[in-house]
């Protein structure tokens, strides 16, 4: 028995486990979780088959991720080709031909001579952008005419974060392909111009910009089913107008969230008999079936005096009664 459990263990120690020995398709789903540089270096000629296999990452998702410690290092490196994914720190200086592949683009505070780079027949493939930016700057202007005007053809979502409304041009044509668009600053204008210039968006995540005056003949909206709306309330009866509007214009609606960050002492006494938008809801969603009212209080002593645990627990009992209609309805009250 134990001349046959010793020859057991010298084989299982004669066979022991290699990379190599996984087979071709487990070895994929592990590469591509990894940096597309690091992958690349570390497995490009090292024999025939990881260089059969690296061939086939055209049609896998490696990432990379550019900083201030690698890209200068990048730009004549064979894995680059391949990259399905690239994200950028701020203030990086690269070429964007390099990375004739990528589906998914996150750029952070680009510089203006990169964004200028970002031309569709630069990138053909791109599916999904994200663009974070805190100046202003005319590339910009140039993005948002070749994202709405269906330039890059296979754009599904997009992500825009900037610290004004977004810039619209009036020759704005349709881009079919957009189902996905988040953003911050809309106002009326600009959510009339990106419904008409979305006829497919099916999610709108936006920051309700205040404005003074209503535009109108918003064009009905019947693929849009998933609204996120961020209101810093300045006026709540303006507010809620608008937010009227923008329902009246998309009927088939089916989910909405709405986040609220008051600023004001004196809305103690407006809340107590706030409808919290249920009339709206009933008047133009017909077919809702969730809502959900995130209701965020500033850490503020003097608001926390406002809105005491008492009041909290008023706002949930009063949110229940007047929302009983056939849709889900939820209210989560938190302190930022």
């Known amino acids: 028995m134990n001349q046959i459990f010793t020859i057991q263990l010298h084989i299982m120690d004669s066979h022991k486990s290699q990379l190599e020995d996984l087979p071709n398709e487990l070895l994929s789903e592990i590469l591509k979780n990894l940096d597309a540089r690091d992958v690349f270096r570390a497995f490009y000629q090292v024999n025939s088959r990881f260089n059969q296999l690296i061939q086939l990452f055209q049609h896998l998702q490696l990432t990379f991720h550019m900083n201030s410690n690698n890209f200068l290092k990048t730009n004549d490196e064979i894995f680059s080709f391949y990259v399905h994914t690239l994200i950028i720190s701020p203030w990086i200086n690269f070429n964007l031909q390099n990375f004739p592949r990528v589906r ?50 296979n754009l599904k979502s997009c992500e825009l974060y900037e610290k004004q409304t977004l810039i619209s041009i009036p020759h704005w044509t349709q881009s079919p392909s957009i189902q996905v668009l988040k953003t911050e600053y809309v106002d009326s204008t600009i959510f009339k111009i990106i419904l008409g210039a979305c006829p497919n968006l099916c999610f709108f995540k936006f920051y309700l910009y205040p404005t003074n005056g209503m535009t109108t003949d918003i064009p009905l909206h019947n693929n849009l089913k998933h609204m996120i709306i961020e209101v810093q309330d300045a006026d709540w009866y303006n507010d809620d107008n608008t937010i009227s509007a923008f329902l009246e214009s998309v009927p088939k609606l089916e989910q909405l969230e709405i986040h609220r960050r008051p600023d004001s002492q004196n809305m103690r006494g407006y809340i107590q008999d706030y409808d919290w938008l249920s009339s709206i809801i009933k008047h133009r969603l017909p077919i809702l079936r969730r809502f959900r009212f995130y209701f965020h209080l500033l850490e503020e002593e003097k608001l926390m005096g406002c809105i005491d645990e008492n009041i909290q627990i008023q706002i949930q009992s009063n949110f229940h009664d007047v929302h009983k209609g056939p849709y889900q309805a939820q209210i989560f009250i938190d302190r930022e």
């Open 104 to 153: 998914r683009l996150r750029l952070n505070n680009p510089l203006p001579k990169v964004l200028e780079q970002l031309q569709p027949n630069v990138m053909p493939h791109l599916e999904h952008l994200s663009v974070f930016y805190t100046y202003n700057m005319y590339e910009m202007v140039i993005l948002h005419e070749n994202i709405f005007s269906n330039r890059f053809v």
